[in-house]
């Protein structure tokens, strides 16, 4: 006998709910043999990672820093969702993140030191935009040349993070900074400060936008033509063209709006968390909300959720480096494993396991 897969008629729903919460388990059951290879005790490793943040002697202090670090992951997942429910693959998000970073913090510095309210919301505009335009340049040469989105927003992150370095160590460079690479602190600016709305809440606008954006995704979505065009193109691309959808001003939707939320979510970033222009501001939440969307299976309340999932175990892994002396590399692949476990379990969607007799050989 001989285990083999058969298709399903229809997906299975009941798959569909259970595979991502299958694929934390199995994540943590594989994470925990891959510290208990680095000779940590698993269960601690775990339980350190998962149960400190919520429920630690230290709670009070990280269970703000959810939403400080969920924000950005959920504002880019959701942005990202839209395109690959469509079939729209922006593998680029960190490169829109970086951009529309860079475009705030250069409305920021341009009216420093000026303390008017209008600041903020240049800055907004700017992010936005600056996001937004970088998504462009995959979506015009698809249309245009018929190039993949996929490589071309890729190599765009590389473009990005040296434009993050040329900055960082050229124009916006502090000329207050005694030479060292880096801007001025936007945190030290109170008209461009992405501050607490509640002192130490971790609630700020960033978090608020995030908020916003799953709502509107949701409503898009579950209540708007272009939310069914979106769905239809990436269930049923030729039924689309058959509905009249037009591929290309979706391909242009698609990744406006994720670049545009990418950007925004550099933005809430540069002028809260991380404060300045830096040669090491980016930290990968671009590649990390291709997680998060996958594991909320591109609806907006998932992305909600996995995203504070995802922001747990940065939480969680930064407190497992401190406390247990585990490896930053061995945080980065646990993550890594949600998205590789949670792909390997969908299978299961349109997929049943079936016993059958091994075939004879002549």
Same mark, same amino acid.
């Given at each position: 006998?001989?285990?083999?897969?058969?298709?399903?008629?229809?997906?299975?729903? @009941?798959?569909?709910?259970?595979?991502?919460?299958?694929?934390?388990?199995?994540?943590? /059951?594989?994470? &925990?043999?891959?510290?208990?290879?680095?000779?940590?005790?698993?269960?601690?490793?775990?339980?350190?990672?998962?149960?400190?943040?919520?429920?630690?002697?230290?709670?009070?202090? $990280?269970?703000?820093?959810?939403?400080?670090?969920?924000?950005?992951?959920?504002?880019? #997942?959701?942005? *990202?969702?839209?395109?690959?429910?469509?079939?729209?693959?922006?593998?680029? #998000?960190?490169?829109?993140?970086?951009?529309?970073?860079?475009?705030?913090?250069?409305?920021? *510095?341009?009216?420093?030191?000026?303390?008017?309210?209008?600041?903020?919301?240049?800055?907004?505009?700017?992010?936005?935009?600056?996001?937004?335009?970088?998504?462009?340049?995959?979506?015009?040469?698809?249309?245009?040349?018929?190039?993949?989105?996929?490589?071309?927003?890729?190599?765009?992150? $590389?473009?990005?993070?040296?434009? *993050?370095?040329?900055?960082?160590?050229?124009?916006?460079?502090?000329?207050?900074?005694?030479?060292?690479?880096?801007?001025?602190? /936007?945190?030290? $600016? +109170?008209?461009?400060?992405?501050?607490?709305?509640?002192?130490?809440?971790?609630?700020?606008?960033?978090?608020?936008?995030?908020?916003?954006?799953?709502? !509107?995704? $949701?409503?898009?979505?579950?209540?708007?033509?272009?939310?069914?065009?979106?769905?239809?193109?990436?269930?049923? +691309?030729?039924?689309?063209? =058959?509905?009249?959808?037009?591929?290309?001003?979706?391909?242009?939707?698609?990744?406006?709006?994720?670049?545009?939320?990418?950007?925004?979510?550099?933005? =809430?970033?540069?002028?809260?968390? #991380?404060?300045? %222009?830096?040669?090491?501001?980016?930290?990968?939440? &671009?590649?990390?909300?291709?997680? %998060?969307?996958?594991?909320?299976? *591109?609806? +907006?309340? &998932?992305?909600? /959720?996995?995203? !504070?999932?995802?922001?747990?175990?940065?939480?969680?892994?930064?407190?497992?480096?401190?406390?247990?002396?585990? +490896?930053?590399?061995?945080?980065?692949?646990?993550? &890594?494993?949600?998205?590789?476990?949670? /792909?390997?379990?969908?299978?299961?969607?349109?997929?049943?396991?079936?016993?059958?007799? @091994?075939?004879?050989?002549?």
């Amino acid at each position: 006998m001989r285990l083999h897969l058969e298709k399903r008629p229809q997906p299975s729903r @009941r798959w569909t709910d259970l595979s991502p919460l299958l694929a934390v388990v199995i994540t943590m /059951l594989a994470g &925990g043999a891959l510290f208990a290879l680095l000779g940590k005790n698993p269960v601690e490793a775990i339980s350190t990672i998962f149960w400190e943040p919520l429920f630690g002697e230290f709670a009070f202090y $990280y269970r703000p820093q959810l939403l400080i670090k969920g924000a950005p992951l959920i504002l880019i #997942a959701i942005g *990202l969702s839209l395109g690959f429910r469509a079939g729209v693959w922006n593998i680029g #998000a960190e490169g829109q993140y970086i951009v529309g970073a860079l475009s705030g913090a250069g409305v920021a *510095l341009a009216f420093y030191p000026l303390d008017a309210w209008v600041v903020f919301p240049l800055m907004i505009m700017a992010g936005a935009l600056g996001g937004w335009a970088w998504g462009m340049i995959p979506a015009l040469l698809k249309l245009r040349f018929g190039t993949n989105e996929i490589l071309v927003s890729l190599m765009l992150v $590389y473009v990005a993070e040296q434009l *993050l370095a040329a900055m960082a160590l050229g124009p916006m460079k502090n000329p207050d900074g005694m030479g060292f690479p880096g801007s001025r602190n /936007l945190q030290e $600016y +109170p008209a461009a400060h992405n501050a607490d709305l509640i002192a130490a809440s971790g609630l700020h606008w960033g978090v608020v936008a995030a908020t916003v954006a799953v709502i !509107l995704a $949701y409503i898009l979505l579950g209540r708007h033509v272009l939310g069914y065009q979106i769905r239809l193109s990436g269930e049923a +691309p030729r039924a689309a063209r =058959f509905a009249g959808v037009n591929p290309g001003r979706l391909i242009l939707f698609c990744l406006g709006a994720s670049g545009a939320l990418a950007g925004l979510a550099g933005m =809430f970033e540069i002028s809260g968390p #991380a404060g300045q %222009v830096s040669i090491d501001f980016n930290v990968g939440y &671009g590649f990390t909300a291709i997680i %998060v969307a996958f594991l909320g299976r *591109l609806h +907006p309340v &998932g992305i909600a /959720l996995a995203g !504070l999932l995802m922001a747990l175990t940065y939480i969680g892994g930064e407190i497992a480096q401190g406390n247990l002396g585990l +490896p930053a590399a061995a945080i980065q692949m646990f993550q &890594g494993m949600l998205l590789f476990f949670l /792909l390997a379990v969908d299978v299961l969607t349109n997929y049943r396991l079936r016993l059958a007799p @091994r075939p004879e050989t002549a």
